[in-house]
């Protein structure tokens, strides 16, 4: 059996090989972590009793911390040292109070649905669970959480917190979970259903970025090191999702034209993006550092993943420079205003962005989705990257910015 030592850095790095696999705690007997082959990580104890060996699940790495883990074993083992089985006396205490809570509901809503989804959406339900859901029901029998403590809790957030737009995912979040319950008989009815949403929190977005704004971003991307500086670039030159462009595989790019696997697509379709002259100049760049990686962006600390977070350099923007209200989505969107002001008509526009509502996908065969409109964006793009060339040619505003 595999073992390390566990301890916060060594259990994060530990990757699934693209297979189930069960790695031991060398500092506390029994303790093992499970991980599937999405990359899921579960705690539990293995141990033995009447001759059998039994593994009770102690919980998913994060929401519990290695120390709780191995308290938890610690308090295991003396019930298996009393003659008790921990498991078994786990579903005691389920039959004597015939209920499951809400934390064993989730448990199981961890384990069996949040790895049909993308990893980005798996770990916002998991961060909303453990600190907004978990606090407040966890002991709670499911079945006993009622609407009035439901809406209690979302008022808390939009009103008292001032946060609607956040109540608003959490209402989505705990929907999801009561509906999961339903279809595996753990509760009757989804409470959520009949609670209305906040609207006044989920106002859009409609930043964009003046033609002075953008030179003054670029000169503080210029003074970024490397890879985030040329994610930020390719943002602001491709148009296309952060998470996507940050995952850019060299095996996803052939000739010009670099596609989005479906994996990573938010439609679950693959998506062309035909690569500019600026484009390409950044690919050229990251052949040179990265070339050896899987990765275009790899990441500086671990060259075998690609680069994960923004949130540094995008704080560094908005404390540094004018541009306060500074969000790498927003590149996107001003990549989207001037393609609309270029003239290039709202189909193409949606072919680009693989913004469904924009691009009609609804009246169109899978298959021409995928091939459609290719010279069309092609030219579009090529012209948005001269448009970029000449709005950072008119005048050097660089930020220098210390690190």
């Not at 704080?315 to 989207?336: E, G």
Request: charged content about 30%; proline content about 3%; hydrophobic content about 35%.
């Amino acid at each position: 059996m595999a073992s390390i030592r566990f301890n916060h850095q060594a259990v994060k790095a530990i990757e699934s090989q693209g297979k189930r696999i069960e790695i031991f705690d060398e500092g506390e007997k029994g303790l093992g972590l499970r991980v599937t082959k999405n990359g899921t990580k579960t705690f539990f104890y293995r141990y033995r009793i009447n001759n059998k060996i039994r593994r009770y699940t102690i919980g998913q790495f994060d929401a519990v911390g290695i120390k709780e883990a191995r308290d938890e074993v610690s308090r295991l083992r003396v019930m298996v040292l009393d003659g008790l089985d921990p498991q078994a006396e786990r579903q005691k205490k389920k039959n004597i109070h015939g209920l499951k809570t809400f934390s064993e509901l989730v448990e199981e809503f961890k384990e069996k649905y949040l790895p049909t989804l993308r990893e980005n959406t798996q770990k916002e339900y998991i961060r909303i669970i453990d600190k907004e859901l978990i606090p407040v029901f966890g002991k709670f029998p499911v079945v006993k959480i009622t609407k009035h403590e439901i809406v209690e809790i979302l008022d808390n957030k939009a009103y008292k917190d001032k946060s609607p737009t956040m109540a608003n995912r959490i209402r989505s979040r705990l929907s999801r979970i009561f509906t999961f319950g339903m279809e595996r008989g753990h509760v009757e009815m989804n409470p959520i259903q009949n609670i209305s949403t906040y609207k006044q929190g989920e106002s859009k977005r409609h930043r964009y970025y003046s033609e002075e704004e953008i030179r003054k971003l670029w000169g503080f991307f210029e003074d970024w090191g490397e890879p985030t500086q040329s994610v930020l670039q390719m943002l602001l030159i491709c148009g296309q999702r952060k998470t996507e462009t940050m995952q850019m595989r060299w095996i996803d790019i052939q000739g010009k034209v670099w596609t989005i696997p479906a994996s990573l697509a938010k439609n679950k379709q693959p998506h062309d993006v035909p690569l500019s002259s600026m484009a390409l100049e950044i690919i050229g760049r990251m052949k040179k550092l990265n070339g050896k990686s899987e990765y275009v962006f790899a990441s500086p600390q671990n060259p075998k993943k690609p680069l994960d977070s923004l949130s540094r350099v995008r704080q560094a923007i908005k404390n540094n420079t004018k541009v306060s209200d500074f969000r790498p989505h927003d590149l996107r969107r001003t990549v989207a205003t001037y393609l609309a002001k270029l003239g290039i008509e709202r189909t193409v526009l949606g072919k680009i962005l693989n913004h469904k509502g924009l691009a009609g996908d609804g009246q169109v065969t899978a298959i021409y989705d995928r091939h459609s409109y290719m010279d069309e964006k092609h030219d579009a793009l090529e012209l948005w990257s001269k448009n970029l060339r000449k709005i950072l040619a008119e005048k050097n505003n660089k930020v220098i910015v210390g690190r």
